[in-house]
């Protein structure tokens, strides 16, 4: 299994030592976004590591939402508040604004690399690259479930991405 992906050089610089500012987007910012900007908050806080974190939905239904009742309640099985975020959209003042931008799937990858402004260079990174299925998807649990699933997948992309930036 190949481990966490570490930040290429170009990462490191849009990186550097000063804080670091991540996005994690999804579809509708009211399940995988919010459960993965909720546990990376608390595994940062956790190790001391200063970050600023924030999520986004590529759509615009859910916009000012509590995430999904289903993700409160998996995240606060699992130790872990994310009642307190409210949904919103991604913005093209986001890709100025954060060193790292975190799809969920493939699909949010894309739909974010649409929205880039000319000339960004932000990183637009694919979750699970940080967990042991680079390449794959967190799967929407929104309509078909599975929420705890989500979470462990989440959980392991945390602390991937963890590793990855006290290295960086
Ligand atoms: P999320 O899940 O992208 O993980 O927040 C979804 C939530 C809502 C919808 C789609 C996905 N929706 O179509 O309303």
């Known amino acids: 299994m190949p481990g966490p ?3 290429s050089g170009e990462d490191r610089l849009a990186v550097g030592m000063t804080l670091k500012r991540v996005l994690f987007v999804c579809l509708g910012n009211i399940c995988r976004s919010p459960t993965a900007e909720g546990v990376f908050r608390d595994m940062a806080a956790a190790s001391g590591v200063e970050v600023h974190t924030d999520s986004a939905g590529t759509g615009d239904w859910h916009i000012g ?9 998996e995240a606060a099985l699992r130790g872990h508040d994310i009642a307190d975020l409210r949904a919103r959209q991604v913005l093209p003042e986001d890709f100025d604004r954060f060193d790292l931008i975190v799809a969920m799937d493939r699909t949010n990858q894309s739909d974010l690399e649409v929205l880039r402004p000319a000339g ?13 299925s680079p390449g794959s998807d ?6 078909i479930g599975g929420f705890d699933r989500t979470f462990a997948l989440i959980e392991s992309a945390s602390q991937g991405l963890l590793k990855a930036l006290r290295s960086a």
């Not at 960004?120 to 042991?132: G, I, Q, S």
């Not at 967190?138 to 309509?143: F, G, K, L, R």
């Open 120 to 132: 960004n260079t932000v990183p637009v990174r694919l979750f699970l690259d940080y967990a042991d």
């Open 5 to 7: 992906v570490a930040f």
């Open 65 to 73: 939402k509590p995430p999904d009742p289903r993700a409160v309640a």
């Open 138 to 143: 967190v799967p929407d649990p929104y309509m």
